[in-house]
C-alpha cells in the first residue's frame, strides 16, 4: 500500500518569495511520484512526474521537485512565485508494478501575496 | 485532441434520484478512476478500473456503482444510498508507458449539487 502526506493545507509566500510545498510519502517499493496543480472548479493539470530516472525533476511554470529517497520526501519548489501560482497543489503516488491506483495527499492551497 | 471528458459540468439531483457521471476518454490508456474531491479532504478514490469489464472498490465506494462496458468509458452511478453526494467529481485514466513510466490525465470535473 502506499500513501501520500503533504505538510501543511495552507501556504502564503509573497510574490518573487521561494514557494516551497512539502511531500512524504510511504510504499513498499520506490514509487513513481507526481504534482499536479487545480485552479478552482477546474480538474488537475499534471506539473511534473518522477518514474526513476533524474532525481531532479523539472515540470511547467518554473517548478521543479527533487526525489529524495533516503527521506520519502517530493518536496515541490519555486524560486521565485508569481500572483498566476496560487492554486491548490497535489502530490500523488503510484507504484511502478502491479494495480495502476493513483493516491493523491490532501492538497495544499499556495497565496501568493502582492 | 486527446483527453477525457466528463459531462455535464454542473449537476442537480433531487434527494432519493439516481444520477449518473460520464467519463469518456480517446487516450486509449487502460486504467480509470473516480476521485470525489470535497473542501480540506483531498482526492478520495471511489471507485477504478484496470481493464474492460473489471473495476475494485476505492476509500469510499459505499453509494456509488460503475460499469466498465468500453476502454474509452467509465460511467459513474451516484445512488440514492450516498448519504452526502454533493461534491466535485473528478475521472482520471493512467497509462503505463513503454519506458515504465505512467502518464495520468484528469477530466475537467463534474459538480454536483443535491436539492
Known amino acids: 500500500a502506499q500513501s501520500v502526506t503533504q505538510l501543511g493545507s495552507h501556504v502564503s509566500v509573497s510574490e518573487g518569495a521561494l514557494v516551497l510545498l512539502r511531500c512524504n510519502y510511504s510504499s513498499s517499493v520506490p514509487p513513481y511520484l507526481f504534482w499536479y496543480v487545480q485552479y478552482p472548479n477546474q480538474g488537475l493539470q499534471l506539473l511534473l512526474k518522477y518514474t526513476s530516472a533524474a532525481t531532479l525533476v523539472k515540470g511547467i511554470n518554473g517548478f521543479e521537485a527533487e526525489f529524495k529517497k533516503s527521506e520519502t520526501s517530493f518536496h515541490l519548489t519555486k524560486p521565485s512565485a508569481h500572483m498566476s501560482d496560487a492554486a491548490e497543489y497535489f502530490c500523488?503516488?503510484?507504484?511502478?508494478?502491479?494495480?495502476?491506483?493513483?493516491?493523491f495527499g490532501t492538497g495544499t492551497k499556495l497565496q501568493v501575496i502582492p | 485532441d486527446g483527453g477525457i471528458t466528463q459531462s455535464p459540468k454542473y449537476l442537480f439531483r433531487k434527494e432519493g434520484q439516481n444520477v449518473t457521471l460520464s467519463c469518456e476518454q480517446n487516450?486509449?490508456?487502460?486504467?480509470m478512476y473516480w476521485y470525489r474531491q470535497d473542501p480540506g479532504q483531498g482526492l478520495r478514490l471511489i471507485y477504478y478500473s484496470q481493464i474492460v469489464n473489471d473495476f475494485q472498490k476505492g476509500d469510499i465506494a459505499e453509494g456509488y456503482s460503475v460499469s466498465r462496458e468500453k476502454k474509452e468509458s467509465f460511467p459513474l452511478t451516484v445512488t440514492s444510498a450516498q448519504k452526502n453526494p454533493t461534491a466535485f467529481y473528478l475521472c482520471a485514466s493512467t497509462h503505463r508507458t513503454g519506458a515504465g513510466g505512467t502518464e495520468a490525465f484528469f477530466g475537467q470535473g463534474t459538480r454536483l449539487t443535491v436539492v
Open positions: 487516450l486509449n490508456h487502460d486504467a
Open positions: 500523488a503516488v503510484i507504484l511502478p508494478r502491479g494495480y495502476q491506483k493513483v493516491t
